[in-house]
């Protein structure tokens, strides 16, 4: 190599005639992320995506609170209707995600959607904690009778929350149901 040789920033020995178009620094293919407007390096690509986090500290706590009291009141309902809150989880979920994104003042995150599906979890679990506490305490009786009456008490809950659960991820996360 002469000394006017082009080496990438990242990889010295690595000899290269591509430089990032924001930066100007050497890169090397391996390096070089392809972007609408040509190749740029895995740092300035990572700086333009700080941008578009916007989420406070606080939206955190407001998704989880948000999105629990929401699942947790479909919940509730699904042990009144039964099989049909199976078609209404995705309703209930869509809807949930919408009124984050409200209470957030749609300011966004990479992990916002984590915050929103645990508290769409924890506020669905309290409508099953008694079966699951029955079904505990009666392991002694006959275990087939057992687990198919509270197995057919947890059914509807559980599918309601997997349901609700994976509308409100998808929706915030940016597809529209």
Request: glycine residues 10%.
């Amino acid at each position: 190599m002469n000394e006017l040789e082009l080496t990438c920033t990242y990889h010295p020995n690595r000899p290269t005639s591509l430089r990032c178009n924001r930066c100007g620094q050497p890169i090397c293919s391996q390096c070089a992320v392809r972007t609408p407007v040509g190749y740029r390096c895995k740092t300035c690509v990572r700086e333009q995506q700080k941008i578009f986090e916007t989420a406070n500290w606080y939206d955190f706590p407001v998704a989880f609170v948000v999105s629990a009291v929401i699942c947790g009141a479909g919940s509730i309902l699904s042990s009144f209707v039964g099989f049909f809150i199976l078609l209404a989880a995705g309703f209930v979920g869509s809807f949930a995600a919408r009124i984050v994104q409200w209470a957030v003042r749609h300011r966004r995150s990479r992990y916002l959607w984590l915050a929103a599906a645990a508290g769409g979890i924890i506020g669905c679990l309290p409508i099953m904690v008694p079966t699951v506490v029955l079904m505990i305490l009666s392991a002694g009786q006959d275990l087939g009778s057992v687990l198919l009456g509270a197995g057919m008490g947890l059914l509807w809950p559980a599918g309601y929350m997997i349901i609700a659960v994976s509308f409100l991820v998808a929706n915030i996360r940016g597809f529209r149901l």
